[in-house]
C-alpha cells in the first residue's frame, strides 16, 4: 500500500489527557487502573476511567449530541491541537474532502441504559428527553466529530468490537487511495457503560483487580475508556525525519467462535502476515509490537502463538493494557498513539501490572522500559465475532 | 484523481415485506408483478450448527439469508469473499433485552445477549456458517448506512481489486425503543460486486459523490418502505438493476451528500 502519514494524532484515557500525559505514564511505568466506582456498578474490579468526562460541556449547536460517550470524543478533540490541525486540514483541502472514520462499540448506550430506568410507569415509554440518533445510535460518534469539527465529506462508524478502531485507519487508507477523499479522520472513542461492564462480566473475562496481560496468573481484563484520533493524509515532501507513517494494514475473521479467539491465533496470523505484506516487509524488520494483550487467558495464549508463527519468538513486545485498560472499540486508535509515541520517542514500553511472564506465552515480553531506535512497529486488535486487524507504523526517516 | 468508482454487480439477495427473495422482488420492482405488501418472514437458518442456530436472532437470520442468496445465485464461494455489513441499528431485540436486565435488581445479561450485542454480530455469525476468513467490516451511519456500506465497498473492490459482498439489513424495534426508531419492518439486501465483468454479470455500477435529490420509487408503498426503513435506500438502485435498463440513479447518503451511480445492464 501507499503509506500515510499520521500528520496529527492525540490520546486522551485514564492515564490522561493528550500525549505529554500518555507519554509521562509510559515513561513512568505507571497505571490510569483504579477500582471501579463507575455509576452504581458494583463488581469488584478495576476499570480505566478517565477523569471529569461528565464536566466537559457541548457546544449549544451540538447538544443533540449530548451523551457520556461525545463528551469524551470533544474533550479528546481538544487536545494536542488536533481540532485546529483539522480544521487547517479542511481549509487547505476543503471540508468535503476530508472523511471521517471512527471506531465504538457502544456508542452511547450508557443513556439507554438510564433511561431504562426512567421509563413511564404507564405506558412503558423512554423518557422524552432520550436521543436516539445523537447518544444511542452507533453512528453517533462519527455524525458528532464530522460536525463539531466542520467537516462534509464521507463518514461511517465501524463497529467491530475491539478491533473496530484499527480497522478504521484501513478503510481510511482504502478511501484516500481511491480519490475518495484527500485525508481522513481516523481513531476510536469507546466510554465506560454498564453493558461491557455487566457483559464482560457475564464472560467471567472480567480480571478481579488490575489486568495482567501475558502473566502466568492473568484473569482477565480490565476495561477502560479512550478517545484517540489521528488525521491520515498522503505524506508530503516536507515530512521531517520523526514523521509517523501509517505503512500497512491487515484485516481477518477468524471464522470460529463469537466470543473466543481462535486456538492457534489463525484469523490473527494472517491479519499480521498481510500488514506485512502491505507494507513490504519482512518479519525480522518489526522492531516492536504492542500486542492486542487483554489479559484473557485465551486472547493473550492466541496472540503468543500467532506472533509467534509470523514474527517469531524474539521481536519485543508488550500489552500497554496494564496502563490504560482494555478501552474496546478505542483500544486500536488508542494503541495507534502508543505506536506513534514509541516510534518518535525511541521508548518500548513495558508491560506494567504483569510480573510473572507465563512460560507457555513463547514471545519476547517486556517487564520494562526499554529505549531504543525504531523503525517500524506492529500493533494488534483483535474483536469479538473474531474479528481482526493488524496495523504496521514506521518513521519517515 | 478520478473518484468515480466502478465494479459489476454479479448477483442480489433481497428480503423485505411481501419481497421474498430477489427474483420475487426483480419482478415487483420491474413493474412485472404487482407489490402486495406482507410483514416480512425470515426462514430458519440452515447453515449454522445447532447450537449457534439457537442463539441468533432475527436481525442475523435476516443479514445471512440474503447474503446466502446472492452467494448461491453467483455461485461463488462465500468462505473467499471478503464481505462489508451494515446496518443502522443491529439487533434492536437484543439491545431492548439488555436494557431491560440492566435496569433491573440483578443486572445479570447473559453472555450470548452480550456477545450478540456486538454491531458485527452477523459478521461474526457469517464467518461460523460459512468459513470465510477474509476481511469483513461492520459499519453504521444511521440513516446513510447503506450508502456507506455500498461506498465501502466499492472502495475495497477497487484498491483490493477482489469481489466484495455487501449486506445491508436493518430490522424494527421493540417498544419503547420503536417510538422513538420506527422502522416499520426487517429489510435486507446483499450485493456481490466483482472488479471486473464476468460472464453472469448482472449490471456496470458507477458511483461518485454528488448533491442531487435522491430518486423516489413510483409505487407509494414501496416508496414509503425506502423512506422508513435505511437499507431499503437501495431500492431505487435495484429497480434500475431490475429493470436491465441504462440509467442514472441517486440514492441517498449523508446529510445533504447523494450517491451518484450509473447502471448499466449486461445483457
Known amino acids: 500500500m501507499k503509506p500515510l502519514a499520521l500528520t496529527a494524532f492525540t490520546a486522551t484515557s485514564c492515564l490522561g489527557r493528550g500525549v505529554q500525559a500518555m507519554r509521562a505514564a509510559l515513561e513512568g511505568e505507571r497505571t490510569g487502573l483504579a477500582p471501579c466506582a463507575f455509576e452504581t456498578v458494583t463488581l469488584d474490579t478495576h476499570v480505566g476511567e478517565v477523569r471529569g468526562v461528565d464536566d466537559e460541556r457541548l457546544p449549544a449547536e451540538l447538544q443533540a449530541f449530548e451523551c457520556r460517550n461525545n463528551r469524551l470524543a470533544l474533550s479528546g478533540l481538544r487536545q494536542d ?36 430506568r426512567r421509563l413511564d410507569p404507564a405506558s412503558g415509554a423512554l423518557p422524552a428527553d432520550f436521543r436516539y ?47 475518495l477523499v484527500d485525508a481522513a479522520v481516523v481513531g476510536g472513542v469507546d466510554s465506560l457503560c454498564l453493558t461491557t461492564l455487566y457483559g464482560f462480566h457475564s464472560l467471567q473475562l472480567v480480571a478481579r483487580a488490575s489486568c495482567r496481560p501475558f502473566d502466568v496468573g492473568r484473569d482477565g481484563l480490565s476495561i477502560g475508556e479512550a478517545a484517540a484520533f489521528a488525521l491520515l493524509e498522503r505524506p508530503g515532501s516536507g515530512l521531517g525525519a520523526d514523521a509517523v507513517l501509517l505503512l500497512g494494514t491487515g484485516e481477518s475473521s477468524d471464522a470460529w467462535h463469537m466470543s473466543s479467539p481462535h486456538p492457534e491465533g489463525r484469523g490473527a496470523s494472517a491479519a499480521m502476515t498481510q500488514a506485512l505484506a502491505a507494507a513490504r516487509l519482512t518479519p525480522g524488520e518489526v522492531d516492536y509490537i504492542n500486542f492486542h494483550g487483554t489479559g484473557t487467558p485465551s486472547n493473550d495464549a492466541a496472540e503468543a502463538r500467532a506472533v509467534a508463527a509470523v514474527l517469531g519468538t524474539e521481536v519485543p513486545g508488550s500489552s500497554t493494557k496494564g496502563a490504560t485498560g482494555h478501552t474496546l472499540g478505542a483500544a486500536g486508535g488508542l494503541e495507534a498513539v502508543v505506536c506513534a509515541l514509541a516510534l518518535r520517542h525511541g521508548l518500548m514500553p513495558g508491560g506494567v501490572n504483569t510480573r510473572v511472564i507465563d512460560p507457555e506465552l513463547r514471545v519476547n515480553y517486556l517487564l520494562e522500559n526499554r529505549p531504543a531506535r525504531l523503525r517500524h512497529v506492529m500493533s494488534n486488535s483483535f474483536g469479538f465475532g473474531g474479528s481482526n486487524c493488524s496495523l504496521i507504523f514506521g518513521r519517515a526517516g | 484523481m478520478s473518484a468515480v468508482l466502478t465494479a459489476w454487480v454479479e448477483s442480489v439477495g433481497l428480503l423485505g415485506p411481501g419481497l421474498p427473495d430477489w427474483p420475487a422482488a426483480a419482478q415487483v420492482l420491474s413493474g412485472a408483478a404487482p407489490y402486495e405488501a406482507r410483514r416480512t418472514a425470515i426462514p430458519p437458518l440452515a447453515c449454522l450448527p445447532p447450537a449457534e442456530r439457537r442463539r441468533t436472532g432475527k436481525v442475523v437470520r435476516l443479514a445471512l439469508t440474503v447474503g446466502l442468496e446472492a452467494v448461491a445465485r453467483a455461485g461463488a464461494n462465500a468462505a473467499a469473499l471478503p464481505a462489508v455489513f451494515s446496518s443502522s441499528g443491529g439487533d434492536g431485540e437484543n439491545c431492548h433485552e439488555i436494557c431491560q436486565v440492566l435496569a433491573s435488581a440483578d443486572r445479570q445479561i447473559s453472555p450470548t445477549r452480550f456477545h450478540n450485542s456486538v454491531h458485527n454480530a452477523a459478521s461474526g455469525y457469517w464467518g ?9 467490516n461492520a459499519l453504521c451511519a444511521y440513516d446513510a448506512s447503506f450508502a456507506a456500506g455500498l461506498l465501502e465497498a466499492l472502495v475495497q473492490v477497487r484498491i483490493d481489486e477482489t469481489a466484495v459482498l455487501l449486506i445491508a439489513y436493518d430490522a424494527d424495534y421493540p417498544e419503547p425503543m420503536r417510538s422513538v426508531r420506527p422502522i416499520p419492518d426487517a429489510f435486507g439486501v446483499a450485493v456481490l460486486l466483482t472488479p471486473v465483468a464476468r460472464p453472469g454479470s448482472l449490471a456496470r455500477l458507477t458511483a461518485d459523490l454528488g448533491a442531487a435529490p435522491a430518486d423516489v420509487l413510483p409505487d407509494p408503498r414501496l416508496e414509503t418502505l425506502r423512506a422508513q426503513v435505511p437499507a431499503a435506500r437501495s431500492l431505487p438502485l435495484l429497480r434500475r438493476i431490475a429493470r436491465t435498463e441504462r440509467a442514472a440513479v441517486v440514492i441517498d447518503y449523508l446529510g445533504r451528500q447523494r450517491l451518484q451511480l450509473e447502471v448499466s445492464p449486461c445483457h
Open chain 2, 128 to 136: 461460523i456458517a460459512t468459513g470465510a476468513t477474509a476481511a469483513s
Open chain 1, 133 to 179: 440518533h445523537g447518544a444511542h445510535n452507533t453512528f453517533s460518534v462519527a455524525a458528532f466529530v464530522q460536525r463539531a469539527l466542520g467537516l462534509g465529506g464521507p463518514a461511517a462508524v465501524i463497529s467491530s468490537a475491539c478491533s473496530s478502531s484499527a480497522k478504521v485507519f484501513a478503510s481510511a487508507r482504502r478511501a484516500i487511495e481511491a480519490g
Open chain 1, 81 to 116: 491541537g488536533f481540532d485546529e490541525a483539522v480544521r487547517a486540514a479542511a481549509r487547505r483541502l476543503g471540508p468535503e474532502r476530508i472523511g471521517v472514520w471512527l471506531g465504538t462499540s457502544t456508542s452511547g448506550i450508557l443513556e439507554t441504559e438510564l433511561a431504562y
